[in-house]
């Protein structure tokens, strides 16, 4: 049974650090992988998605990586803003059926 | 960028009465659709998987006749939340996959109330 957990849990940082968020999951064997951001009170909004043949995606200041290998996923982001303030969460997909979702991390940066 | 639209955002009803949502693509064709239900500060836990004139299929533990859905064209999928009880209040959110990528796309999410 795939099994996707997130570290750390929650994240309170300043303005204009530069983070990494972490996703692991026990079976390697997935399509692919997704980033969302979710706000409080709100649906997902999708950030980056990762085929399984791919190691990395980048759009602006998010960076997200894939080693399907040892089943992690990092989240970077780059010069964090207060704007940036949400529960992130990751998503596998195992041979395109439902997405497996992580436990989340939910970030809060300050000015 | 895709677009996926839930209706009503936030529904507050009676126990026992029954509520129905919608669930709409709005600029593509989604052959199969997810609901997903979230209790405050955990994660979206895979209630069932609407698929476009078939029924749909339940995940362990989730009440098909509670819980029921039907996805009666590409761009629609509906669920209607049977005799309703207080706990079953909880923020519903549809998903749309796209048949070209395989990604999944997000409606906003409906806040049921149920007292």
């Known amino acids: 049974k795939q099994e996707v957990t997130q570290i750390p849990a929650a994240l309170s940082v300043p303005e204009g650090e530069n983070l990494v968020l972490n996703c692991s999951f026990t079976?390697?064997?997935?399509?692919?992988l997704q980033w969302f951001r979710q706000d409080p009170g709100k649906g997902l909004t999708s950030l980056l998605l990762?085929?399984?043949?791919?190691r990395e995606q980048t759009s602006g200041r998010l960076n997200a990586s894939l080693d399907k290998s040892s089943g992690r996923s990092t989240l970077y982001i780059a010069a964090s803003q207060p704007g940036d303030s949400a529960t992130y969460l990751c998503?596998?997909?195992?041979?395109?059926?439902?997405?497996?979702f992580g436990t989340g991390t939910r970030l809060q940066v300050f000015p | 960028g895709a677009v996926v639209s839930q209706h009503p955002s936030r529904v507050i009803c009676k126990s026992g009465t029954s509520v129905k949502i919608e669930c709409r693509s709005l600029?593509?064709?989604?052959?199969?659709m997810f609901w997903y239900r979230q209790f405050p500060k955990q994660s979206l836990m895979l209630m069932a998987t609407?698929?476009?004139?078939?029924?749909?299929?339940?995940e362990q533990g989730v009440e098909k006749d509670k819980f029921l859905i039907n996805h009666a064209s590409l761009t629609l999928s509906t669920l209607t939340v049977t005799s309703a009880h207080p706990e079953d209040s909880s923020f519903y959110i549809c998903?749309?996959?796209?048949?070209?990528?395989?990604?999944?796309?997000f409606g906003p999410g409906t806040r049921l109330t149920v007292t």
């Open positions: 990762i085929q399984s043949s791919q």
């Open positions: 609407s698929n476009e004139g078939s029924k749909a299929t339940y």
């Open positions: 998503a596998v997909n195992r041979n395109t059926d439902k997405l497996i």
């Open positions: 600029d593509f064709q989604a052959t199969t």
């Open positions: 079976d390697s064997a997935i399509y692919n």
């Open positions: 998903s749309a996959r796209d048949g070209r990528t395989y990604e999944q796309y």
